[in-house]
T-cell receptor, first 113, second 114 residues
Framework: DADVTQTPRNRITKTGKRIMLECSQT?????MYWYRQDPGLGLQLIYY???????NKGEISDGYSVSRQAQAKFSLSLESAIPNQTALYFC????????????FGPGTRLTVL | AQKVTQAQTEISVVEKEDVTLDCVYE???????LFWYKQPPSGELVFLIR??????QNEISGRYSWNFQKSTSSFNFTITASQVVDSAVYFC???????????FGAGTRLTVKP
């Protein structure tokens, strides 16, 4: 089984709809992250959480919110989706001692029409 | 502020050629960590290597090698005798601690033609 899972893997929605992307991990890591990937821009950090009671904004948090329901779960919400939020979204996890940086989920491809 | 620049947007080579992907970084931290990730056409991100700022030894892993030079703030990645399966987008990234938030470069798309 995958260590970091994301649901859904693909989603098409309409402008103005509320969308939630979910991330679960079995690695036991405290730290979790949400990134979005746009062509030519690499990955940009949206939000991150160092433990259940800690939530921090990243580079591009406007239009997004998150919820850390448990150590293993970190959800990303788009309260009112807009077309320029069409992107590939990655969840990642890590611990300070992780030699390989962050472990990434398989990604969620979101299209906002 | 931290910044990672991958100036090469796309590179195309013919199989068996050697290719170097450039990565230049900026940071005010005296201790930091550099990473390379591979993103094949299937979309997942695959960890390749982590390098600490206090360890400037170059590393070789099979056909892959990495050249870390603090003097020029560069962490370049070379693939020797490239293969079609090396076709992917490669990202360089920087963080202040191994499990900390990371700053990614824009990526270099490598196409290896048969």
């Amino acid at each position: 089984d995958a260590d970091v899972t994301q649901t859904p893997r693909n989603r098409i929605t309409k402008t103005g709809k509320r969308i939630m992307l979910e991330c679960s991990q079995t690695k036991g890591h405290d730290r979790m992250y949400w990134y979005r990937q746009d062509p030519g821009l690499g990955l940009q950090l949206i939000y991150y959480s160092f433990d259940v009671k800690d939530i921090n904004k990243g580079e591009i948090s406007d239009g997004y919110s998150v919820s850390r329901q448990a150590q293993a779960k970190f959800s990303l919400s788009l309260e009112s989706a807009i077309p320029n939020q069409t992107a590939l979204y990655f969840c990642a996890t890590s611990d300070l001692g992780t030699r390989s940086g962050q472990f990434f989920g398989p990604g969620t491809r979101l299209t906002v029409l | 502020a931290q910044k990672v620049t991958q100036a090469q947007t796309e590179i195309s080579v013919v199989e068996k050629e050697d290719v170097t992907l450039d990565c230049v970084y900026e940071t005010r931290d005296t201790t930091y960590y550099l990473f390379w990730y591979k993103q094949p056409p299937s979309g997942e991100l695959v960890f390749l290597i982590r390098r600490n700022s206090f360890d400037e030894q170059n590393e070789i892993s099979g056909r892959y090698s990495w050249n870390f030079q603090k003097s020029t703030s560069s962490f370049n990645f070379t693939i020797t005798a490239s293969q079609v399966v090396d076709s992917a987008v490669y990202f360089c990234a920087l963080s202040e601690a191994p499990g900390s938030d990371m700053r990614f470069g824009a990526g270099t798309r490598l196409t290896v033609k048969p």
